[in-house]
């Protein structure tokens, strides 16, 4: 297929895509090499077929989504790859797009942030679907990521992502309320969420922190932006290819991001679980995104006995160890410690409703407030006999993948 990649109204190259593997074959005309994926090379006016394609191809729903085998089924597409086409390409956390040849189609008309979507594809994910044929694939469900079950569901006129937890103890959808209340107590600009139900399932919801003006641009795109030397630490790293990108204040954005991965012993918060924000037209970089996508913490595949158990807790992005990780922190002086003397009831508040009390279980519920308060007490300690340290490459993460559920259980 012949195709136009756009970045919101500006023409980015001309490319084809194969029909049966939706891959990029050719690339062909590049007209605005600046608005190409962050981190997408060009040498001597030629793009980097093969980055452009991982980029391409990442946009769609990971293999390993919970689900996703009998949704491919139910809509008899053989794979993600092969969504993307079906909804130009378009999403709700960025602004590219792709216009097949000859469509007299706007970005104004199709956009998922200004115009409706169909269900179908969220259904058929949730395995819902009522449908054998005739589906509507018009829906940013085709390009999102993660392992999790999710949809994207219009409430209210806000553009809202309903999110599953793993079995078997669905954990993740109440750590995204601990979470987002610490949060909010840290003054750390994050992006709420709330548990809701479906029967006995809870899902978290949370509202599209992108805008149609601008864009989320993942740290692991960032990093692609600069070569890494081997004596450079990942973090290290990172913050050099912010400060050449010129994006504003992200050491005090790392600070807390490290320090609530910290305090809630957070297992998966790889390269594409943050990053930063930029205008998409101006491509202005506006600072850190707001911390999403906390979930995978407070022992969220653990048995209750184990919870409070400090050792073998995975760390990710930068160093293997949150101990180690922690010590990357460069102040610690915002933290309000008086603002968690009731973090236990915190957590307690997050499963108070009866059902959530059945699902999670109280022993369960109590491990995890005190694992969470021991934690907070550890973190004071740290924070008053800090001091800077040297960066280095020890204990450093060696890739960066997600938690995958399916795998796991
Ligand atoms: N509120 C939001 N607004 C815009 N984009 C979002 C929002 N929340 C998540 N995203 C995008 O969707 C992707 C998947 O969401 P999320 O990370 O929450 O899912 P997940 O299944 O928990 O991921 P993982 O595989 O890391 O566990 C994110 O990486 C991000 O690109
Ligand atoms: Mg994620």
Redo the contacts with the bound molecule.
């Keep these: 297929m012949q195709c136009t990649l756009l970045h919101k109204r500006i023409a980015v190259a001309d490319i084809t895509l194969d029909d049966a593997t939706g891959t990029i074959q050719k690339i062909q005309k590049v007209y605005a090499p600046q608005h190409l994926p962050v981190g997408i090379s060009v040498r001597g006016g030629v793009v980097d077929r093969a980055s452009l394609n991982e980029w391409w191809t990442d946009r769609a729903i ?1 293999a390993s989504r919970s689900g996703v085998r009998q949704a491919l089924e139910t809509l008899n597409v053989a794979d993600t790859k092969l969504l993307l086409t079906r909804c130009f390409g378009l999403s ?2 960025d602004q590219y797009w792709i216009r097949p040849e000859r469509a007299q189609i706007e970005w104004d008309d199709v956009n998922f942030f200004d115009n409706p979507f169909s269900d179908d594809i969220g259904d058929a994910l949730f395995g819902r679907t009522k449908k054998t044929d005739g589906f509507d694939f018009s829906s940013p469900d085709n390009t ?5 079950k ?1 949809r994207w569901k219009i409430i209210n006129g806000k553009r809202c ?1 309903i ?1 599953g937890g793993s079995n078997p103890f669905v954990q ?1 959808p109440f750590n995204e309320v601990i979470a987002s209340e610490i949060m909010e107590r840290l003054n750390i600009p994050h ?1 709420p969420y709330m548990v809701i139900w479906d029967g006995d399932e809870p899902y978290s919801v ?5 805008t149609k003006d601008t864009e ?1 641009v ?1 740290a692991w795109r960032i990093m692609q932006t600069q070569k890494k030397s081997n004596s450079m630490s990942v973090y290290g790293h990172f913050v050099y290819c912010c400060k050449l990108l010129g994006a504003p204040d992200v050491v005090p954005m790392l600070d807390r991001m490290i320090v609530l991965d910290y305090i809630i012993a957070n297992e ?1 918060r ?1 390269l ?2 943050f990053g930063l924000l930029r205008n998409a037209e101006t491509l202005e970089w506006l600072g850190f995104a707001p911390i ?2 906390s ?2 913490s407070l022992g969220y595949d653990k048995l209750a006995s184990q919870i409070s158990v400090s050792s073998g807790i995975d760390c990710k992005p930068f160093k293997k160890h949150h101990d180690e990780q922690v010590k990357l922190v460069s102040d610690f002086g915002w933290i309000d410690f008086g603002k968690l003397s009731d973090i236990k009831d915190i957590v307690k508040s997050a499963f108070s409703a009866e059902r959530a009390k059945e699902r999670v279980g109280e022993k369960r519920i109590e491990a995890i407030a005190e694992s969470v308060a021991r934690r907070v007490e550890v973190l004071q300690s740290i924070a008053q006999s800090h001091a800077l340290i040297k960066l280095t490459t020890d204990d450093d993460v060696d890739k960066n993948i ?2 995958d559920y399916i795998h796991k259980q």
């Design positions: 990971p709700l956390s999102s990521d993660g392992c999790l999710k992502l999110k993740q992006v949370c509202e599209d922190f992108v989320l993942s998966d790889h594409n679980n999403f996508d979930g995978s997600a938690a």
